[in-house]
């Protein structure tokens, strides 16, 4: 157990490497010259050169990426070009916003399609299985920003329950932050429940079909019992790696929704950043997301023995 | 039943939205893009099915002038993700040693960022148009299939067919593309089918963002993005593009379902 453990713990660094060689590369790949772009079309050649200089970026490509992968190691991820503002506070105060969202509808996703799941397999085929397979595969299908202005125009502005545009943080007060969140957590977790519910479904049918669910049943265990013990852990196990790549997605896909809800979020910092061509941010966002989405998978795999023992065996 | 079900619900659904795409190439009840501003924001009508947006531009017309534009760059990307990833996987999978490390740990970085992430930072090096969104999400897409594609070559190397093969002297390269290949069609059918969804999914947010296919030419994301702040006054600017996107994800999730029980049984839901 303790092996696995390391061994998932170092295998994790080269990736993070990787990562941050991607997302250096992919900087400078982006077509024009940041400093020009910085300084303007009357900056003369030398006042470039000098800022070039300024930047590190007159250094060979592999000692740039040393001293970047030296300051992000010590926290400093840059400054934005848009407001002189240091990067890694910046993204920290809209992952906030983000990461309560995600967290919050997954949870309840989750709460909501581990037992639709377990049920629709109980009751393969039959009316009810094919009611939450159809009811998923619907959510699976709808758009989150479409659902999210249908949402926003029904309850918005017809009813008028929930505001429509604006941001208050949880801390000025919860109900009304929490006012704000409603929708976008609401349409988070239908959407989300979709996916998950149709995961949970083919996990737990896989699962009653073994031997030793049929030896449960054959030796009088009653049937809730036999779901809730046998069939359940044991099919939770690939819901919990999909529920890991949801969060991780939700963290790149979550943009559009951030848009719709006028939400001060990572998404939107990023689409902010890109359409100012502010590239410290979307370097800094790119490569904290990555992290993240890592970080999440390696949590996956290391809980993922306390549901499936036999991972750690192996 | 119930799967034959989903294939022929699935089939009439992305059957009718191809049709919509290829008609529009031809002809459209008004021009797409023409500006009519008396015209501005009318219910539908006999005269527009589904009225007209802030322009007075025909949504009807635009609606099937959007379908052809995501059709068009959701196929040609996945075209180039499964070709591009096949290619890797296939000579990852069959070569091994380092080859196969090097390509793989390459693959796994792109993996390592969440599709839709990795989508949006390639749009800011393409850049926002039709063939930016198509390199940009055939990038994303392309390592998974790299990956399903490992995976199956490395199952059918052992093969004893594959073995007869080399063992007749048949090139390495025939064997590949005679006996290996063709055996990795059904799991990226499968996956191909689902791609097609995530990327046409991709595209409208993508465009909805105002990252992708830049207007005025129409695309059902951009519609939404443009009729949003109408949508009080004028409720079926946000209902047909959303409509439209959510028919045809729901077509290809259910013939991907249908597929996969068809192709693959052992994936069977």
């Not at chain 1, 490497?17 to 020009?36: E, N």
């Not at chain 2, 079900?5 to 190439?25: C, E, K, P, R």
């Not at chain 2, 539908?44 to 099937?64: K, N, Q, Y």
Request: charged content about 15%; aromatic content about 8%.
């Amino acid at each position: 157990m303790l092996g696995y453990v390391l061994r998932r713990l170092l295998l994790t660094l080269p990736t993070l490497l990787l990562v941050a060689l991607a997302v250096f590369t992919l900087m400078r790949l982006i077509p024009g010259d940041p400093v020009q772009l910085m300084l303007g079309d009357r900056a003369d050649d030398a006042q470039v050169a000098e800022q070039r200089a300024r930047m590190g970026l007159d250094a060979p490509l592999p000692l740039q990426f040393g001293r970047w992968l030296a300051a992000v190691a010590k926290g400093d991820l840059g400054q934005s070009i848009t407001d002189q503002q240091p990067v890694l506070p910046l993204i920290l105060e809209r992952f906030r916003v983000s990461a309560v969202i995600v967290l919050v509808a997954v949870a309840l996703a989750t709460l909501l399609a581990v037992p639709a799941g377990l049920v629709a397999a109980w009751q393969q085929n039959r009316p009810v299985d094919l009611f939450i397979v159809l009811g998923a595969t619907l959510l699976l299908s709808v758009p989150s920003f479409w659902l999210g202005l249908l949402l926003l125009l029904f309850f918005g502005l017809q009813l008028g329950w929930l505001p429509v545009v604006g941001y208050a943080p949880l801390s000025d007060g919860f109900a009304a932050g929490a006012a704000y969140l409603v929708l976008p957590i609401v349409t988070l977790t239908l959407i989300e429940t979709g996916v998950l519910t149709r995961m949970a479904r083919a996990s737990a049918i896989e699962v009653q079909q073994l031997e030793y669910v049929t030896h449960a049943r054959a030796k009088g265990v009653p049937e809730w019992r036999v779901l809730a013990r046998h069939v359940l852990p044991n099919a939770f196990a690939p819901t919990l790696t999909l529920i890991g790549l949801v969060l991780g997605n939700l963290l790149g896909g979550i943009a559009v929704l951030e848009t719709v809800f006028t939400l001060p979020g990572l998404g939107r910092l990023l689409v902010d950043a890109i359409y100012a061509r502010d590239y410290p941010v979307v370097q800094g966002v790119l490569l904290f997301t990555a992290t993240i989405y890592v970080l999440i998978n390696l949590l996956v795999d290391l809980l993922y023995p306390l549901f499936d023992p036999r991972v750690s065996v192996q | 039943m119930k799967w034959r079900l989903n294939a022929v619900v699935g089939s009439a659904l992305v059957g009718v939205i191809l049709l919509l795409a290829l008609a529009a190439l031809v002809w459209t009840p008004y021009d797409p893009l023409a500006l009519s501003l008396r015209a501005k924001l009318q219910a539908p009508s006999a005269a527009h099915w589904l009225g007209t947006d802030e322009f007075g531009r025909d949504v009807a017309s635009r609606i099937m002038a959007g379908a052809s534009t995501s059709a068009l760059v959701a196929s040609v990307t996945v075209f180039f993700a499964v070709v591009g990833g096949s290619l890797v996987g296939v000579v990852a999978g069959f070569v091994r040693g380092w080859t196969d490390r090097v390509l793989m740990a390459f693959n796994d970085t792109l993996l390592a960022f969440p599709g839709m992430l990795l989508a949006l930072a390639l749009m800011v090096v393409v850049g926002a148009n039709r063939w930016g969104i198509v390199l940009a999400l055939g990038l994303a897409y392309a390592p998974s299939v790299a990956r399903v594609v490992r995976g199956t070559v490395l199952g059918l190397r052992e093969k004893e067919y594959v073995e007869a093969s080399r063992m007749i002297g048949n090139p390495e390269l025939t064997t590949m593309a005679r006996h290996v290949l063709p055996n990795c069609v059904a799991p990226v059918a499968v996956l191909a089918t689902s791609m097609f969804g995530w990327v046409l999914l991709a595209e409208s947010a993508l465009s909805f963002l105002g990252l992708g296919v830049p207007p005025p030419a129409p695309t059902w994301g951009n519609m939404l993005a443009s009729g949003r702040p109408y949508m009080q006054t004028a409720v079926w600017l946000g209902l047909a593009p959303g409509l439209c996107i959510a028919l045809t994800l729901l077509g290809i999730n259910l013939l991907g379902d249908a597929l996969r029980d068809r192709l693959d049984p052992r994936m069977a839901l």
